[in-house]
Antibody, heavy 119, light 106 residues
Framework: EVQLVQSGAEVKKPGESLKISCKGS????????IGWVRQMPGKGLEWMAI????????RYSPSFQGQVTISADKSISTAYLQWNSLKASDTAIYYC????????????WGQGTMVTVSS | DIQMTQSPSSLSASVGDRVTITCRAG??????LNWYQHKAGKAPKLLIS???SLQSGVPSRFSGSGSGTDFTLSISSLQPEDFATYYC????????FGQGTKVEIK
């Protein structure tokens, strides 16, 4: 079965760092882009960043450039999203998703990781 | 960024109703348009890609149409499991989602 399994919920304080993960299985991890999508409480979906695991080519939404870092370890079929200094406004559910190329779409999604940032 | 605007933001409908959701792009995107269904606490699900291509396993009551800047998602006969939030997404230039349309039970 093709699936993306994300790391569990996190509760952090403002200023702390965090790295969440997304592990792919059931397909060739290195041949599909993996993206991250944010859903803030009561809001819609926002594309954040995307990475091609085979060469770590990355793209960022202008809204998130400099705010997060996307990375991948192809040896363990895992993508990551990292913050160096969390803010309360980072409280959200974060989804990873596999990008299919033809036609372009996010065809497989992780179950989501809830991140709560509160003092 | 290409802005995507959905309407309505929410709607109330009954089981068996026909439902239509509209998505407008800020510039022409050909048919680089996808539709997703999202239920609370679940992962979003790809329904339609390339504006009108139904994904495998998605019921035929769902259909998509449009090209250029104007697109629609239709549900021919709303079923209880269809109550969810629906998002359009452009893939013409990076990826942008519409703000979502919540389909609620009347």
């Amino acid at each position: 079965e093709v699936q993306l399994v994300q790391s569990g919920a996190e509760v952090k304080k403002p200023g702390e760092s965090l790295k969440i993960s997304c592990k792919g299985s059931g397909y060739s991890f290195t041949t599909y882009w993996i993206g991250w999508v944010r859903q803030m409480p009561g809001k819609g979906l926002e594309w954040m960043a995307i990475i091609y695991p085979i060469d770590s080519d990355t793209r960022y939404s202008p809204s998130f450039q400099g705010q997060v870092t996307i990375s991948a370890d192809k040896s363990i079929s895992t993508a990551y999203l990292q913050w160096n200094s969390l803010k309360a406004s980072d409280t959200a559910i974060y989804y990873c998703a596999r990008r299919r190329l033809a036609p372009d779409a996010f065809d497989i999604w992780g179950q989501g990781t809830m991140v709560t940032v509160s003092s | 960024d290409i802005q995507m605007t959905q309407s309505p933001s929410s709607l109330s409908a009954s089981v068996g109703d026909r439902v239509t959701i509209t998505c407008r792009a800020g510039q022409s995107i050909s048919t680089y348009l996808n539709w997703y269904q999202h239920k609370a606490g679940k992962a979003p699900k790809l329904l339609i890609s390339d504006a009108s291509s139904l994904q495998s396993g998605v019921p035929s009551r769902f259909s998509g149409s449009g090209s250029g800047t104007d697109f629609t998602l239709s549900i021919s006969s709303l079923q209880p499991e269809d109550f969810a939030t629906y998002y359009c997404q452009q893939t013409y230039n990076t990826w942008t989602f519409g703000q979502g349309t919540k389909v609620e039970i009347k």
